[in-house]
């Protein structure tokens, strides 16, 4: 009798096969080669080692667990998602089998050596030279450059120079047709623009076993949280509808509120610990807008369990859509800044008036997102733990597929930030917020 046949073997990999560019050196390893040019404020130099995480912390205060704790810079994203990148199981060399073709073009390192002092020129140089190296390429006319994706780990705003006038500010990779082309990932997407995606600020921790992750959940559980709320910041004086000296004289004002507060010079807030601590030990954590919508912050907020208070839609709910729930209220409290800016509001009586039930719940969730809002440490790999890297390659290969099939309404992009958090245009309660109608 015949043996029966073997069971069909399964491509495990099938619809995940991502292709990487093989750039010439100078769109990305050159630059970590020259790290002391990559800041005029900062040597680099320290933040580009172990893969991009920076140096590890001493934990000499006892405030973190473990040992995957690193004073990771907050514009190192390019680099630790290419690490990454190289340790994605499903990579292949064959661009014909791949959902998504991944660029890795250091973008944000590149432009931030020029923001400052440099004519429009010399900042477009190296955006404009990866267009004309991507479109000699095979691989891009197979869409365009439409199932290209890459990280500029930096906010959207650096890449969005309208016009060549040198006072104008960054550069134009995000508004030429190429670059409108491709998915790009930033820490701070555009509400008014399709083809930009937030995606987590690097936090201070770096998992290497699925373990780590759920000791430190636990740990985050466990903790005696004594603070009602709490902020970690400076004003800014310069930014004229900016809430922050309402924040910070409210919290000087209230026995339940912890401040830390941001000088010039030697502040706590430059220290991990510090940060860290204080989050650990508050119950909400105050997330006023900075000099853009979005901060650091709110995820070394939400690692250390706290629950954020936002005071604008445009610091996570329209950006980070791949990674917080959609229905907001699960994990954060939102507060709007122009009640806070017009005195109709106290902070302390809003975040006073939730139960301990509701309180524990958000919490417990903010806990239970930990994994997909922080990025590995690339040189290992979690076996079951899904970190913020897997979530951001689903949502890519997602839109990419999508697209092949015809899937992605047409809309108006002024509606983007719509139907990122409603699937819809139309009247929105949040039209006030976003009422801009150019950018």
């Known amino acids: 009798m015949d043996s ?9 990999c099938s619809g995940r096969y991502i292709y990487v560019h093989d750039l010439p050196g100078r769109f990305n390893s050159d630059m ?19 893969a991009g995480l920076g140096p590890r912390i001493n934990n000499s205060e006892g405030v973190f667990y473990g040992t995957q704790w690193y004073a990771t810079n ?3 994203l390019e680099l630790i998602f290419h690490n990454r990148m190289k340790q994605y199981e499903c990579l292949t060399t064959n661009s014909s089998l791949a959902s998504a073709i991944f660029v890795p073009f250091y973008a ?55 016009t060549d006038d040198e006072d104008d500010w960054g550069s134009k990779l995000l508004v030429i047709p190429e670059g409108k082309n491709m998915t790009v990932l930033v820490i701070e997407s555009s509400p008014w623009h399709k083809n930009d995606f937030g995606i987590p600020y690097p936090t201070y921790f770096h998992p290497s076993k699925d373990s ?9 559980r466990r903790i005696r949280r004594p603070w009602l709320f709490s902020f970690a910041g400076a004003p800014r004086p310069n930014i004229t509808d900016s809430i922050r000296n309402e924040i910070i004289g409210q919290c000087r004002q209230s026995r339940r509120c912890k401040l830390l507060q941001c000088d010039s010079g030697r502040s706590k807030c430059h220290s991990p610990s510090s940060v860290m601590g204080m989050f650990q030990r508050s119950i909400f954590c105050l997330q006023p807008q900075g ?44 507060v709007s800044e122009d009640e806070v800016r ?39 790999r979690l076996e079951t733990t899904k970190d913020a ?51």
């Open 32 to 50: 970590i080669s020259r790290c002391r040019t990559l800041s005029k404020w900062t040597d680099m130099c320290p933040f580009v080692s172990n």
């Open 108 to 162: 944000g390192l590149d432009i931030g050596r020029y923001l400052w002092g440099y004519n429009t020129s010399v900042r477009d140089a190296t955006s404009r030279d990866l267009i004309r190296w991507l479109k000699s390429r095979p691989e891009w006319s197979t869409m365009g450059g439409r199932d290209h994706f890459m990280v500029a780990g930096r906010i959207t705003w650096d890449f969005r120079r309208l």
């Open 342 to 380: 017009d005195g109709k509001v106290r902070i302390e009586e809003v975040l006073g008036r939730f139960g301990k039930n509701d309180v524990v719940a958000m919490r417990e969730e903010v806990i239970r997102m930990i994994p997909r809002l922080v990025y590995a440490d690339p040189r290992s």
């Open 389 to 439: 890297f897997d979530v951001t390659v689903e949502g890519v290969i997602q839109r990419v597929d999508d697209m092949k099939g015809g899937r992605v309404p047409e809309f108006s992009e002024l509606e983007s930030w719509k139907y990122a958090v409603a699937g819809r245009g139309g009247q929105h309660e949040w039209d006030h917020f976003f009422n801009r109608t150019t950018q």
């Open 291 to 334: 000099d853009s919508y979005t901060r650091r912050s709110t995820f070394d907020a939400m690692v250390a369990g706290c629950v954020p208070v936002f005071f604008h839609p445009g610091s996570a709910y329209v950006q980070y859509v791949w990674h917080l729930p959609r229905n907001h209220s699960e994990y954060s409290v939102l």
């Open 212 to 220: 780590e992750v759920q000791l430190w959940q636990e740990r985050m």
């Open 4 to 12: 029966p046949p073997p069971p069909p073997v399964v491509d495990r």
């Open 74 to 76: 907050q514009f190192a």
